[in-house]
């Protein structure tokens, strides 16, 4: 039996929506993105992390409690049959695949929105310590963005002595950069959920769909060394049937004239 770590985000790569941006409309709290956007430009915080300092310093979003951030994981769409991801992976003989969350959101958001899909001790979000009398917000414990999402996959690696080459990282943003890097280092495999043009040239494939079990078709390829039509065919023995599948790749380029071309035109 092979064993692997299948480590994911989860805002944008799990599901549609961003946690901050549900909450900030259960709120009733204008201006989300503008403020996010104003941390990253200063590089206050880690990318991904700006929910929690806001959490913890914005006077606006100070009022939070942990019921505020339990019914935002309600209202969040999740992408389509993210249930049926772990049936799917536990199918395959001879490979066990131990499935985590490893997100930048409150802790929180997850665990309400994978409520009985994802165990919670499965889960690694922004944890908040709260005050015991008012339920504000008082300190945060952890944050797993940046760096802090190595140091996350790298305590449930050795926890659970999978060696480095056996671990699978699945992300969508800038936040996800750092610990891409690391998985690539160690010859893991790297799976982008978007088209970010910081991740898309590290990440080692890039699935876009709006179906979570998608990103089986790498692991399938990479991994068990199946061939498109046993892929295909072990979809469907699920259930499931491979409608689009296109292979691409694309060249993004850029030119600017210079002044020796300008001459020569």
């Known amino acids: 039996m092979r064993h692997y770590l299948l480590a994911s985000d989860f805002d944008q790569t799990l599901s549609f929506n961003d946690s901050g941006i549900v909450l900030s409309e259960l709120l009733g709290v204008p201006g989300f993105e503008e403020r996010t956007a104003g941390l990253a430009r200063i590089h206050l915080v880690q990318q991904g992390a700006e929910l ?143 088209e970010n043009r910081y991740l898309t040239p590290i990440a080692r494939r890039t699935i876009l769909s709006d179906d979570v079990p998608s990103v089986l078709v790498p692991i399938l390829e990479e991994i068990v060394g199946m061939d498109a039509t046993r892929i295909r065919a072990y979809f469907e023995a699920h259930g499931f049937s491979l409608q689009e599948w296109e292979k691409t790749r694309t060249d993004s380029i850029s030119i600017r004239g210079t002044s020796q071309a300008s001459a020569v035109a």
């Open 52 to 194: 929690a300092y806001l959490l913890l310093h914005d006077p606006e979003f100070r009022r939070v409690r942990k019921e505020h951030l339990h019914e935002v994981g309600k209202r969040i769409r999740l992408k389509q049959n993210i249930g049926a991801l772990t049936p799917l992976l536990q199918g395959l003989p001879g490979h066990r695949f131990a499935f985590y969350v490893i997100s930048a959101a409150p802790e929180e958001v997850i665990q309400s929105a994978l409520e009985g899909i994802v165990p919670p001790e499965h889960i690694f979000g922004t944890r908040f310590w709260y005050h015991p009398d008012t339920g504000e917000i008082q300190s945060i414990v952890r944050v797993p963005a940046g760096y802090g999402k190595v140091a996350v996959l790298e305590e449930l690696r050795s926890r659970l002595a999978v060696s480095h080459d056996h671990v699978i990282y699945v992300g969508d943003g800038s936040s996800d950069v750092h610990v891409m890097l690391h998985v690539n280092r160690l010859d893991g495999l790297t799976i982008a959920a978007s």
